[in-house]
């Protein structure tokens, strides 16, 4: 059965940096688009970041352009997202996310995933 196992999140400091991890199994990462999700307390789950399949083409939130920086391991099938210069307004739930079939436009929108990690907390604080 596929599963997709996150890990990484914690209590980091504003300014600080963060590397999530989602491991894979049952599926094979580089033949899935992959994404990054994350809800705050009292808001709706928003798009992070994604990474097409066809072509290995990253997306970022505004939020996060230039900050966050997600890759993927084809010995190890897992997914990463690696968060610097870390503000208080990044503080969530972080969700990964895989979708089996390509898209050939954009893929921040969580109604396209069809498979998701259990969640992560990442705390940004003094």
């Known amino acids: 059965q596929l599963q997709f196992v996150e890990s990484g999140g914690g209590l980091v400091q504003p300014g600080g940096s963060l590397r999530l991890s989602c491991a894979a199994s049952?599926?094979?990462?580089?033949?899935?688009?992959i994404g990054w999700f994350r809800q705050a307390p009292g808001k709706e789950r928003e798009g992070v970041s994604c990474?097409?399949?066809?072509?290995?083409?990253?997306y970022y939130a505004d939020s996060v352009l230039g900050r966050f920086t997600i890759s993927r391991d084809t010995a190890t099938n897992t997914v990463y997202l690696q968060m610097n210069s870390l503000k208080p307004e990044d503080t969530a739930v972080y969700y990964c996310?895989?979708?089996?079939?390509?898209?050939?436009?954009?893929?921040?929108?969580?109604?396209?995933?069809?498979?998701w990690g259990q969640g992560t907390q990442v705390t940004v604080s003094s």
């Open positions: 049952g599926f094979t990462l580089d033949s899935y688009t």
């Open positions: 996310a895989a979708r089996a079939r390509m898209v050939v436009s954009g893929c921040l929108s969580r109604r396209i995933y069809d498979y």
């Open positions: 990474m097409r399949s066809s072509d290995g083409r990253t």
